[in-house]
């Protein structure tokens, strides 16, 4: 996806390439315990509106995508903050929060099975 992108847009994108209407997406949010009607969804898919984290989560879930696919080639939280000249004190605790993600999220996939560890030969063996 393309990097200036707003992620409603890319939300709206993946939606319309699976063949659903936005109807579909609201009955199948509502599955999965969030309630957003239609408009709401069309405000966020046009910029009107924020998408909150645990939106944006049944989303990705319903529209069967990787979460980081919305996010790519974008700049990553510590930089939009420094753009938007956040004071240096902000930027430190935004990357902290940041880290703390980056491994609940590496956590996840090792939990999830799905993070392979290089294979390699013992050491006594490199030698």
């Known amino acids: 996806m393309a990097k200036d992108i707003p992620i409603g847009l890319k939300i709206k994108a993946v939606r319309e390439a699976r063949g659903l209407s936005q109807v579909e997406v609201v009955e199948r949010l509502a599955k999965q315990d969030v ?3 239609r408009e709401t969804l069309s405000k966020i898919e ?9 939106e944006l989560n049944a989303l990705c879930k319903v529209l069967n995508i990787d979460i980081n696919i919305l996010f790519e080639d974008d700049d990553d939280l510590v930089t939009l903050f420094r753009k ?3 004071s240096e004190k902000t930027i430190k605790e935004v990357e902290k929060l940041q880290d703390m993600v980056k491994v609940f999220i590496y956590q996840k996939k090792i939990y999830a099975g799905e993070f392979k560890p290089q ?4 050491l006594w063996e490199e030698c």
Do not use: I
Not at 46 to 53: D, F, H, K, P
């Open 35 to 37: 309630n957003m009607s």
């Open 46 to 54: 046009n910029g009107n509106r924020t998408v909150s984290a645990v």
């Open 84 to 86: 938007k000249n956040f």
């Open 119 to 122: 294979e390699r030969k013992p």
